[in-house]
């Protein structure tokens, strides 16, 4: 019972703020495109459920990446009201609403694989853990910037909004880099909460095989 208000909580959440981020938003193509990447994790994650089941912390911090795709995909990443006062209160020359989508492009990503990777034991000397996973965001950043790329080449100035570089030459660069120091920073802040819930749902799934074995005696 607890585990399925659990998910419909997730779900109301999500599909609350993907239908908001939908209304009036500044172009309906750049919000699609940002607003895909979440439709396309919801989709796995609903298709796996059953058979891998994250943590909670994982869930949520995937939630919270999807809230960050839909505030871009409604304002468009350069035009964000709270960063473009940001700017404008410290006198900058860009709105970063985008930086910070590309660091927890790297943070949340990072606690996602992370876990896979320890629940399925694939490195055999956890040493190796922080720089595999590091390399792997970096990786999805590298991965996304290409789609980046293959859109604006596909459809020219329709895609400008999408890619939200404003005019700065090392725009695609920053955002590796900061994709890179938020999977860093992740390695470095979260590892501890995460081996404790992956324990805990350890925990709570013996229980449960146990008690299937039991029944089925």
């Not at 960063?83 to 989508?101: E, M, P, Q, T, V």
């Not at 990503?109 to 694939?122: C, H």
């Not at 404003?166 to 590892?191: K, R």
């Amino acid at each position: 019972m607890v585990e399925s208000n659990k998910r419909l909580i997730f779900i109301v959440v999500f599909f609350s703020g993907l239908v908001i981020s939908g209304i009036q938003p500044k172009d309906y193509f750049t919000w699609f495109l940002e607003v895909l990447p979440a439709l396309l994790a919801f989709a796995i994650l609903a298709w796996t459920y059953r058979r891998f089941r994250f943590t909670d912390m994982v869930y949520l911090l995937i939630l919270v990446e999807c809230y960050i795709l839909f505030i871009g995909g409604h304002y468009t990443y350069a035009e964000v009201p709270l960063f473009n006062w940001i700017r404008d209160y410290l006198g900058g020359g860009r709105n970063n609403y985008d930086k910070l989508a590309h660091f927890m492009q790297g943070f949340i990503p990072a606690m996602l694989v992370r876990e896979f990777l320890i629940r399925l034991q694939v490195i055999a000397r956890k040493s190796w853990l922080p720089f595999v996973v590091v390399c792997i965001c970096v990786t999805i950043s590298v991965l996304y910037e290409f789609f980046e790329w293959f859109m604006a080449v596909a459809t020219g100035e329709a895609a400008e909004a999408f890619l939200g570089t404003q005019g700065y030459v090392w725009d695609t660069q920053s955002d590796m880099l900061m994709a890179m120091i938020g999977a860093t920073v992740a390695m470095l802040t979260m590892a501890r909460w995460q081996d404790r819930q992956i324990g805990a749902l350890a925990r709570l799934q013996a229980k449960a095989d146990s008690v299937l074995k039991t029944e089925s005696v």
